[in-house]
């Protein structure tokens, strides 16, 4: 039921920004479409930004003994798994909204993951 409320929701509103002409204020020229896609956009990095920062936690192990060391390998597993399982839920997402939205949804995924990517690689 809830998915089915979303795509409603999503159908009326992209039906109404497609209907929406180029409007001029002033100099400035307002594309509607561009504007979906920005803020889809920032969604998409607001989204995988969390995910990293929210999955990727790790404890170090006390001890060096061969058990606390797997444990540890375990848990790091564990965690790649659920980034992994996140990170495509968002890029199914993408791939869903490209049909309603009709943006390339892939190209902004892959874009925006390595922006991310980058960004956070000069970070450390």
Not at 41 to 67: W, Y
Not at 71 to 87: A, D, P, V
Not at 101 to 122: A, H, P, Y
Request: hydrophobic share 40%.
């Amino acid at each position: 039921y809830k998915l089915a409320k979303i795509t409603s929701e999503l159908s009326v509103l992209t039906k109404g920004i497609f209907t929406m002409k180029e409007t001029l204020i002033g100099t400035l020229e307002i594309k509607p479409k561009s504007i979906l896609e920005e803020g889809l956009r920032k969604e998409l990095v607001r989204q995988v930004s969390a995910a990293l920062h929210n999955s990727l936690q790790f404890n170090i192990p006390n001890g060096r003994t061969k058990q606390a060391l797997t444990e540890h390998l375990s848990s790091c597993i564990h965690i790649f798994k659920n980034l992994g399982n996140r990170i495509e839920g968002v890029q199914r997402s993408m791939i869903w909204l490209q049909d309603f939205l009709e943006v390339d949804g892939i190209f902004i995924f892959r874009t925006e993951i390595s922006r991310v990517m980058k960004q956070n690689t000069e970070r450390e």
